[in-house]
Nanobody, 127 residues
Framework: QAQLVESGGGSVQAGGSLRLSCAVS????????MGWFRQAPGKDRQFVAA????????YYADSVKGRFTVSSVNTSDTVFLQMDSLKPGDTAVYYC????????????????????WGQGTQVTVSS
């Protein structure tokens, strides 16, 4: 089992930045491939970014590529999502997700691949 707790959400103006954190307990990030998703009101949950177990590989949704950066610090069992050049369309609840994998270089981007989810953190971007 893994427990995920997100933090770092908040309100920011368009063009600003936020850094989300996901603290993992119960199972170290060294055995987990991680992902970030978001869900805006009235919309389906959407993939945002993913990072492989060994942190060597990342993958981004086209809508955030070049603006968001996912990283992992295995020694502290924490995954980050650095969000720059934020837009009002980025407004959503952001969720951290994890899946145990035996493939260190593999990342996942479909929500049904993930076994563990955090409670979410609200990000609001105003124009």
């Amino acid at each position: 089992q893994a427990q995920l707790v997100e933090s770092g959400g908040g309100s920011v103006q368009a063009g600003g930045s936020l850094r989300l954190s996901c603290a993992v307990s119960g199972r170290t990030t060294g055995s987990l491939s991680m992902g970030w998703f978001r869900q805006a009101p009235g919309k389906d949950r959407q993939f945002v970014a993913a990072i492989s177990q060994n942190s060597f590989f990342t993958y981004y949704a086209d809508s955030v590529k070049g603006r968001f950066t996912v990283s992992s610090v295995n020694t502290s069992d924490t995954v980050f999502l650095q969000m720059d050049s934020l837009k009002p369309g980025d407004t959503a609840v952001y969720y951290c997700a994890a899946v145990h994998t035996s493939y260190p270089s593999r990342y996942y981007y479909r929500d049904y691949d993930f076994d563990f989810w955090g409670q979410g953190t609200q990000v609001t971007v105003s124009s």
